[in-house]
């Protein structure tokens, strides 16, 4: 298998002990697929932080967003040996037929001026603020289009799983959009300029029983309504992205096509990368694909941690031939590595 990443010596570059938590009472346990943008001379990550409660022994907490509640947030607790509680895997369980997260995620900003050592903000950036948002904002996808920023994220609640967007062009004040895409869809990133008039993005919806995890393209003329809809990617059975795929960052423009780097699990949940080309004018159109991933967890931090055996990005910056990609791994620990772009156009040729 091809594996065209250089790591960062340094990797992780960021831990779950390196960001305070939103309040005392919290623990933050993983760290999670930034979005990535440079600003003012600055690499700033967008993180998704993921906390909850300090656990006490026998029980489980996790935290709801709760405008009513002191704080707005309210603290669910059961005892573990409850016969109403189904613990499904170390990210969800369910208690009495209602689902949960064990974490609340919020999203929240880290800078560095050399793109390797970055210090986080010490309060969150971005927090669940509407009963769309109740269970928190995930994997953050940043895309400059024009003199603005657009961050689209997941939006999580009882309701669904959706895309939100919040705009700025400061850093410091943000316009909220509210859900742009409805359940259940999620890995939306946005193409950072228009093609023939209109604006684009990759989105991942979620099959009920026919389909699947597959990626698509839908276009805008606002980058608020969506529609033109159209199946460009699927999963392949057998292969690493044999269980579900979703899109990264925002697509590169090559003079080949644009250069989409994707995710893909197969069926042991294991996460890679690859790639997708897609035609300049028409990006529903594929060019070429990855046979091959030109990434996949293979260092310690990327096999072991909070869910091993995952390399995830959806945030990555682009100097020349370099690219510069800022991952999850484990769903634990952010870390960084270098790419070529020549070189992973290679492989798809």
Known sequence: MTNLAARFDANPILRPADVRPSRPDMQVDCLLNPGAFQFNGKIGLLLRVAERPV?????????????????????????????????????????????????????????????????????PTLTGQTDLQTFGLEDSRVAKVGDRFYLTYTEVSEAGVGVGMTSTADWKRFEPHGMIIPPHNKDCALFEEKINGRHYCLHR???????????????????????HHRCIAKIRRGQWDGERIGGGASPIKTPEGWLAIYHGADEKHRYSLGLLLLDLNDPAKVLARSVDPIMQPEAPYELTGFFGNVVFTNGHVVNGDQITMY?????????????SLKALMATLR
């Open 327 to 339: 991952y999850g791994a484990s769903d634990e620990v952010i870390c960084g590595a270098t790419f």
């Open 55 to 123: 656990q006490e022994e026998g029980w489980v907490s996790v935290p709801i967003i709760d405008p009513a509640s002191e704080g707005g947030i309210r603290i669910f607790r059961c005892r573990k040996d409850d016969p109403k509680l189904k613990l499904a895997d170390a990210r969800v369980f369910t208690y009495d037929g209602r689902d949960y997260l064990t974490t609340l995620s919020h999203l929240r900003l880290a800078w560095s001026a050399d793109g390797r050592k970055f210090i986080a903000d010490e309060k």
């Open 205 to 227: 919806p979620s099959g009920i029983g026919l389909g699947g995890n597959f990626i698509w393209t839908a276009e805008s003329p606002d980058l608020m309504h969506w529609g």
